[in-house]
């Protein structure tokens, strides 16, 4: 079945960088675009940034020159490098196969001001 585990959250201070891991598997990764997702407590759960199998990335305007989405298809993992954080990143992130409704338990982001 769909698997996604997303790990690499924690605590940083503002303008830190982390590095989240989304392992997949259950399907062909290499042939889906992927996204990553966002929950602030309180808020909708918001799209971040997403990869299509070709490569190609899209991003959010608040993260857009701070994130960066990659994948390796050779290990079925996707990534966010995120770079020059900020208070307002601080939320639970997953990673999310397009256009389908499998979600990992996701992986927290704390960023302290």
């Known amino acids: 079945q769909v698997q996604l585990v997303e790990s690499g959250g924690g605590l940083v201070q503002a303008g830190g960088s982390l590095k989240l891991s989304c392992a997949a598997s259950g399907f062909i990764f290499s042939i889906k675009t992927m996204a990553w997702f966002r929950q602030a407590r309180g808020i909708q759960r918001e799209w971040v940034a997403q990869?299509?199998?070709?490569?190609?990335?899209v991003y959010a305007g608040s993260v857009k020159g701070r994130f960066t989405i990659s994948r390796d298809n050779a290990k079925n993992t996707l990534y966010l490098q995120m770079d020059s954080l900020k208070p307002e990143d601080t939320a639970v992130y997953y990673c999310k196969i397009a256009g389908a409704d499998y979600w990992g338990k996701g992986t927290l982001v704390t960023v302290s001001s």
């Open positions: 990869i299509s199998s070709g490569g190609g990335t």
